[in-house]
């Protein structure tokens, strides 16, 4: 299927469009901004362990000021927006919409 790419980790497979992982700016917007997401860790990473999993709108994906860290940022139910590492190699990422 194009546009779609398989990644393997650990134990299972995590499909995910590739543009996913577009990092917004002020001339390339991120698609999937608006759209429901579950975010699963594969690494810990900001406090969060191995397995932490949040569910909610994606809101926007950035590059960190002065670093080299990737964010994504989801905004669950409950209106608690959760930072994610915004990298293949750190994040499984599902969209549910």
């Not at 469009?17 to 975010?39: E, L």
Request: with cysteine; aromatic share 10%; net charge positive.
């Amino acid at each position: 299927m194009p546009g779609r790419l398989t990644l393997l980790f650990g134990e299972g497979a995590s499909t995910a469009p590739r543009d996913i992982w577009i990092i917004g700016n002020r001339h390339k917007r991120n698609p999937y901004v608006g759209r429901r997401v579950r975010c699963t860790w594969l690494r810990p990473w900001g406090r969060k362990p191995e397995g932490y999993t949040v569910e909610g709108v994606l809101e926007a994906t950035f590059r960190a000021p002065y670093g080299r860290a990737l964010i994504g940022e989801v905004r669950t139910d409950q209106g608690k927006k959760v930072s994610c590492p915004w990298s293949r190699n750190y994040l499984s990422v599902e969209v549910l919409d």
